[in-house]
């Protein structure tokens, strides 16, 4: 991949996720937004403006690339980089490990933020990613304005600390990973959990797994490439499909 490529296929890559996101309703209305760390150390974004058609109808003309310090540097027509490209920058600043971002809006992770109610590890087999996921820890950053500042960045990601997802009291969850898709796939696995622990709760007294299951499951490290990719085609694809449903 040529330097001078990159932008373009990152553009696209994350069009494609926000398009995944969208039509599996993880964000409200034009709320949301995608990155991707590019090797020069821009960083590439789905912008916000009077253009954009939200997530759901992303296309690579709505991704802007901007400076590590924030400055765009291109720009379209009624489109800019998003007020919480903070959120963004910050992540980057202090995970080396990260090269890709998500920022949505999703009403079930939400609610267990506004709650105080914990995810429990009430799935094993069901969905080994998602377990190993919420192992990886599940904090609440605790303010709820647009995190629009470096110092208000630098907080949340202070609290994701290592781990792939971070709630944001009475506002929205961030998810990163080391490629859209990954990122994209752990907002969708969060949002998954947080649906099952709602209904479970509904239903009953949810009782997680047992330990050494719990172990067992967890024990055997990331979930093989292979696996997120083919995760991956199914959300894709189940995206292209729906577009003429609107
Ligand atoms: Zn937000």
């Given amino acids: 991949?040529?330097?001078?490529?990159?932008?373009?296929?990152?553009?696209?890559?994350?069009?494609?996720?926000?398009?995944?996101?969208?039509r599996l309703g993880l964000t409200r209305e034009p709320a949301g937004h995608i990155s991707m760390l590019l090797a020069d150390g821009t960083v590439a974004i789905k912008a916000r403006g009077p253009s954009e058609s939200g997530l759901r109808f992303a296309g690579a003309e709505d991704v802007v690339v901007v400076d590590p310090d924030g400055t765009p540097r291109s720009s379209a027509p009624g489109l800019e980089p998003p007020r919480e490209l903070a959120i963004h920058l910050a992540v980057y600043r202090a995970r080396p490990d990260v090269t890709s971002v998500v920022h949505?809006?999703?009403?079930?992770?939400?609610?267990?933020?506004i709650c105080d109610v914990p995810l429990l590890p009430v799935i094993g087999a069901y969905d080994p990613y998602a377990l190993r996921l919420l192992d990886r820890g599940v904090p609440t950053f605790e303010r709820s304005v647009l995190v629009t500042t470096p110092e208000l960045g630098d907080e949340m990601a202070a609290v994701l600390g290592p781990g792939a997802v971070c709630l944001m009291r009475g506002h929205g969850v961030t998810a990163v990973g080391t490629s859209p898709e990954e990122a994209a796939l752990n907002a969708i696995k969060l949002s998954e959990l947080a649906e099952l622990n709602y209904?479970?709760?509904?239903?009953?007294?949810?009782?997680?797994?047992?330990?050494?299951?719990?172990?067992?499951?967890?024990?055997?490290g990331r979930t093989r490439p292979e696996l997120i990719d083919s995760a991956w085609r199914f959300y894709r694809r189940l995206a292209e499909d729906g577009t003429e449903e609107g």
């Fill in 1 to 22: 991949m040529t330097s001078t490529a990159e932008p373009v296929a990152a553009a696209e890559r994350i069009a494609a996720a926000c398009r995944v996101l969208g």
């Fill in 104 to 113: 949505v809006h999703p009403l079930m992770p939400v609610l267990f933020g």
């Fill in 199 to 220: 209904r479970a709760r509904l239903l009953g007294e949810p009782r997680p797994i047992g330990k050494a299951e719990y172990e067992e499951i967890v024990g055997t």
